[in-house]
């Protein structure tokens, strides 16, 4: 992919129709566009795996915090403790309000849907 | 706006303030430093922006420069720079501490700022605050303001800093947070800075003034220990007189300024707070008496009837947590009130149990940190559970440290009968600081229910809860400290009701005083002594009777309690003098003299005439003492006294006075009969600084009493004085000195010198001599032989006179070469010298000069020597021809 705007900007209705999934590599083409739109939109049809969680925590360092946001988003449907840690990290580190109240939010439906007695992390939460 | 308003959220302040204060760069103008907030990245939350813009160029109407050189596959190639605002907290650390070492200029501070107030690292924001400390006035005080509701104390702490430099524009913000408690590190930096700012000009209008007062007044319990230097300072700066004013205001002003005057014991305002002894709120009338008491007895008492400070233990080890509720604990504290109600919404949404049990274990194992997170987690959810692990490690942290427990404790709003029994269930070693933690907590309230503490095993806690009862100025205090002043098994105990008691009426001191004394243990009856008499005329024929107390420290401090007391008993007190051992009496008239020396003349005065010999003596050593000129003439007048031992107390009395009008009366007394007496003159008058004692010390030389002759021979070595030192040089000439008078001027060294020399060229042979072996002793031969080289022939008669006298080779031999000295005078000498010193070396020069020296009366000189070596002249009297020199005449010993 060598231009960002192969992956264009969903619309809520995309979103509500369930647009596909995107990999690695198709979410690393995205993510160096330069419209911060397009960066958060990928993030938000961000796919699962170890890869994906790779270019996912890479964007939490983002210049721009409505994308940091949508990473966040995305961690959330992301496994296991990895994604967990980065979570706590930018709930308290992160210079963007917007960011850290997400990355709150998050932590909280982790440990709602987690079981008593369960490790931090362990627990697939509800995406 | 009021900052501290509990119902404002501190970060919407905050973010009010970034949107004020940063608002975004007019078109076209790029930052000057990189450190600028860069309003032109968009790296703010939405209600942030002036409008969303989802394509920056857009939003801009300039160019459409894409931000990125070229795609990346694995990352996003957006060039980032590592700012005081980049998203990575580590960035923003290592830019702000290179801001920190190097120091910020003017156009820095605003984006310093900025991270002061928003960043979500509460040690970033700490950092910011001490970054921008040399500039703390150019930070806008309204943004400083809105720092004040920083959700951290330690980051508000350092806000207090900054707003004080600001000066007297800052002080309305500050006055406030010097009795707030919530936030102990904020509390403890306003009471540093404030008073400085007023003692520095700032000024505290009426209105503020009496909103400080009323706030003081309502510090419920009173001023503790930790606050008190601070609001000690604060009433020092605003002065007795308006405190002493505000003493009459409505009863929260009244109160704040009772406790303000107490605490800073200004004499005007003490007085003014004395008076108040029938003032209808029982603290003010606890500390009108208590300034009654300092007031009479015109100074600070040993007691201390103000609040005890609570002990500080250690804290305890530190554990780890579960992550994520740690994660949304520390969430709670964010400086933004959206993320703040996320991590509240958050919490509510977990099951209770699990959050209470997440606190407890962290309140029971975890760090600092992490412990008053978990505090915090309490106190907002109020998990009750939570209390005692809240309690116990309050108790077990130290005091600066305790403010998020205590403020978690204050939200939960136990009922004090619940307060008391977590207390009870402490760990034994946590409980006495639990007591005062309860007190800090509840207040007043707990004070029906602390009595049943009475009864805890330990001795440490009973203390604490006398200790919170005195403090309190509850009227049930003093009858419970009886009790156990009465009855409890431990003496440290015993000794705190004491300090309870000493906040009481005279009646209850005197009743308590006598039950202290009768106590087995020895600090028991200190501390009574101490506390309970102070400033009480009643009480001391009690204190009298401590004076016999087998234990030094008890006795001490009786007496030093007796020499304050006003109108002291004279008959009382010469009884008790006069019935104590010398150590004893010595003491106590020490203590005397220190605090009330005219006491000393008049008991002096009374007894000097006393039929007893022994009263006599005793009386003299307190004039002594007094040093009064009324005491100094009942000590001359008791030289003469008929009884030998007054005699010579008197005497030795005038060691101390050392007065020149005793100068005669102390001769007098070398005349005494008895040995002692002459001995304590001469040693008296070797003390007095008067032109005519050396005279009379001279003449105790011949005293037949060796000690006396030796004391005097001390007294005048030790005077060092040239004048003094010709005195008794002089003495030499008299034979029944010369050996004493030799002895003290060999023992005043190198100053006798002169005073000897003077003798040593006078015609009394015996004295000369003497003089001489003096000097040769002192400073041998070798000044005298230089001076033979000077160009004064009076300098080189005279130290040819002074060889002569000294005599030996050496001065000969120097004789010798002075044969051919260009002044006859000098070489007649020298000839005669050599003569009557009988040195044979002399014999070969002195022929020589006989035979050729131009001059008759050399050459008469000359004979005459060789005659007294035994030589006749060479060729007798028609070999020689010399010219007739009959102005010159030669000087002894060879005429």
């Known amino acids: ?127 | 706006m009021d900052v501290n308003d509990p119902g404002q959220e501190p970060g919407d302040s905050i973010l009010d303030a970034v949107n004020e204060a940063f608002e975004p760069p007019p078109q076209g103008s790029p930052p000057e430093d990189e450190d600028r907030p860069d309003h032109g990245s968009d790296d703010r939350p939405d209600d942030e922006r002036p409008e969303p813009p989802r394509t920056r160029q857009g939003a801009r109407g300039g160019p459409a420069t894409p931000r990125r050189t070229g795609p990346s596959p694995a990352r996003p190639a957006h060039p980032r720079r590592v700012t005081l605002f980049s998203a990575s907290p580590a960035e923003r650390r290592a830019r702000l501490e290179h801001l920190a070492t190097r120091g910020v200029d003017t156009g820095q501070v605003e984006a310093v700022a900025r991270v002061l107030a928003a960043d979500p690292d509460p040690e970033l924001r700490i950092l910011a605050a001490r970054t921008l400390g040399d500039m703390a006035g150019r930070v806008p005080i309204e943004l400083l303001a809105r720092a004040l509701a920083d959700p951290h104390d330690r980051v508000r702490a350092e806000v207090v800093l900054l707003i004080a430099g600001h000066g007297e524009h800052g002080l309305h913000l500050l006055l406030p947070l010097v009795t707030e408690r919530r936030w102990p590190a904020t509390q403890l930096a306003a009471l540093a800075v404030v008073p400085r700012l007023l003692a520095a000009g700032s000024r505290l209008g009426d209105p503020q003034l009496e909103r400080f007062l009323t706030a003081v007044g309502s510090l419920d319990p009173p001023p503790m220990n930790g606050e008190r230097p601070g609001l000690e300072a604060m009433a020092l700066a605003i002065g007795p007189s308006r405190l002493a004013r505000s003493l009459s205001g409505p009863d929260g002003i009244r109160r704040g300024a009772a406790r303000l005057v107490g605490l800073s014991r200004i004499p005007a305002a003490l007085r003014a707070l004395a008076a108040m002894v029938e003032d209808p709120i029982d603290e003010i009338r606890m500390l009108a008496a208590a300034a009654g008491r300092i007031a009479q007895a015109g100074g600070v008492p040993a007691s201390e009837p103000f609040p005890l400070e609570a002990d500080r233990t250690e804290a305890e080890s530190w554990h780890a947590e579960p992550a994520l509720l740690g994660a949304l604990a520390r969430a709670l504290g964010d400086p933004a009130g959206t993320v703040r109600e996320q991590s509240m919404a958050a919490m509510q949404g977990i099951p209770g149990g699990q959050v209470a049990a997440w606190v407890r274990g962290t309140l029971e194992g975890a760090g600092g940190e992490e412990a008053a997170t978990a505090a915090l987690v309490a106190g907002r959810l109020r998990i009750v559970a939570a209390a005692r692990s809240l309690l116990e490690r309050a108790a077990a942290t130290p005091l600066e440290d305790r403010g998020p427990f205590v403020a978690a404790l204050e939200e939960l709003g136990l009922d004090p009968d619940r307060l008391v029994r977590l207390v009870t269930e402490l760990d034994p070693a946590h409980r006495q600081a639990g007591v005062r933690l309860a007190w800090q907590v509840g207040g007043r309230s707990i004070l029906n229910h602390l009595p049943s503490l009475l009864a805890d095993s330990a001795g440490a806690v009973r203390m604490a809860v006398l200790e919170v009862l005195g403090a309190s100025g509850d009227p049930a205090a003093a009858s419970l400290a009886a009790e156990r002043l009465a009855n409890d098994s431990s003496a440290a105990v015993r000794a705190t009701a004491v300090h309870v008691l000493a906040a009481s009426d005279a009646s209850t001191r005197r009743t308590a005083l006598d039950q202290a004394m009768a106590d087995p243990d020895p600090d028991v009856r200190a501390t009574a002594v101490e506390t309970l008499a102070g400033g009480s005329p009643d009480l001391v024929p009690l204190l009298l009777s401590a004076i016999h107390d087998v234990d030094r420290r008890v006795w001490e401090a009786a007496m030093a309690q007796v020499a304050g007391a006003p109108n002291l008993d004279h008959g009382l007190l010469w009884e008790t003098l006069r019935s104590l051992q010398p150590e004893r009496r010595e003491r106590l008239t020490e203590a005397l003299e220190a605090r009330n020396a005219p006491l000393l003349t008049e008991l002096a005065a009374q007894n000097a005439r006393v039929p007893d010999p022994a009263e006599r003596a005793i009386a003299l050593d307190l004039a002594a003492r007094a040093g009064t000129s009324q005491a100094t003439s009942l000590v001359v007048a008791a030289l003469e006294d008929p009884d030998p031992s007054v005699r010579r107390t008197a005497a030795a009395a005038m060691n101390t006075l050392r007065s020149p009008a005793a100068v005669e009366a102390l001769s007098k007394s070398l005349s005494d009969p008895q040995v002692e007496v002459r001995v304590e003159a001469v040693r008296a008058l070797g003390l007095i600084d008067d032109d005519a004692v050396p005279d009379r010390l001279i003449e105790a030389l011949k005293d037949p009493e060796v000690r006396v002759r030796d004391m005097a021979a001390d007294a005048l070595a030790r005077w060092q004085s040239p004048a003094v030192a010709r005195r008794v040089a002089a003495a030499l000439s008299s034979p029944d000195l010369r050996r004493a008078a030799g002895e003290v001027l060999g023992r005043m060294g190198r100053v006798a010198v002169d005073a000897l020399s003077g003798v040593a060229v006078s015609e009394d042979v015996e004295a000369a001599g003497a003089a001489g072996s003096l000097i040769e002793r002192i400073a041998g031969p070798g000044p005298f032989i230089e001076g033979l080289s000077s160009i004064d022939p009076q300098e080189r008669l005279r130290c040819v006179r002074i060889l002569g006298a000294i005599g030996g080779p050496t001065a000969s031999d120097a004789l010798l070469g002075v044969l051919a000295d260009p002044d006859v005078r000098v070489r007649s000498a020298a000839a005669g010298l050599l003569g009557a010193l009988g040195y044979l070396p002399a014999v070969k020069p002195l022929r020589r000069m006989f035979l050729t020296d131009p001059v008759s009366a050399a050459a008469v000189a000359a004979e005459r020597a060789l005659r007294s070596l035994g030589v006749v002249p060479p060729g007798g009297e028609e070999v020689r021809v010399v010219e007739e020199v009959p102005q010159e005449q030669p000087d002894r010993p060879g005429d």
Do not use: H, K, N, Y
Not at chain 1, 98 to 113: D, H, N, Y
């Open chain 1, 1 to 127: 992919m060598t231009e960002a705007t192969a992956v264009p900007t969903l619309t809520p209705m995309d979103r509500l129709s369930g647009a596909p999934e995107l990999g690695a590599a198709e979410l690393s083409d995205a993510l160096a566009s330069a419209e911060p739109a397009v960066r958060s939109d990928a993030l938000d049809r961000a796919g699962r795996g170890p890869d994906v969680l790779e270019v996912v925590l890479d964007a939490l360092v983002d210049p721009d915090p409505e994308v940091r946001r949508a990473a966040v988003r995305a961690l959330v449907r992301g496994d296991g403790p990895r994604a967990t840690r980065a979570l706590i990290e930018v709930s308290a580190g992160d210079v963007s309000v917007i960011v850290r109240a997400e990355a709150v939010a998050a932590l909280g439906r982790i440990l709602e849907a987690m079981p008593p007695g369960a490790e931090p992390g362990s627990t697939e939460p509800s995406g």
